[in-house]
């Protein structure tokens, strides 16, 4: 079984910054094998595409809505993946759910990701 739990999520002024974490575990669970992703969704809307990274993080991808304010990383000897959020915006605010994908890119396909954490809380004040 795998388990991804994300934490880090909380209240933030605009023009403020977090940093999310991603714990991921499982037996059999070989977190260096995956491509892993962020994603965010407010109520009522479609899940949103923030950044993936795969597997050595030799490669990132990111929504042009995001670029240059987002910053994923990984530590596959902790297991860990991270969403560095900085300059922070009302919109923003949404629950952020970390993923895994066997699929080789950075891809955004909501589709592709096979394990989902249960998602944590973001949100921006004005």
């Known amino acids: 079984q795998v388990q991804l739990v994300e934490f880090g999520g909380g209240l933030v002024q605009v023009g403020g910054s977090l940093r999310l974490s991603c714990a991921a575990s499982g037996r059999t669970f070989s977190f260096s094998r995956y491509t892993m992703g962020w994603f965010r969704q407010v109520p009522g809307k479609e899940r949103e595409f923030v950044a993936a990274i795969t597997r050595i993080g030799d490669s990132i991808r990111y929504p042009d809505s995001m670029k240059g304010r987002f910053t994923i990383s990984r530590d596959n000897a902790k297991n860990m993946v991270y969403l560095q959020m900085n300059s922070l915006k009302p919109e923003d605010t949404a629950v952020y759910y970390c993923?895994?994908?066997?699929?080789?890119?950075?891809?955004?396909?909501?589709?592709?990701?096979?394990?989902w954490g249960q998602g944590t809380q973001v949100t921006v004040s004005s």
């Open positions: 993923a895994a994908s066997t699929v080789v890119g950075p891809t955004g396909r909501i589709s592709a990701y096979d394990y």
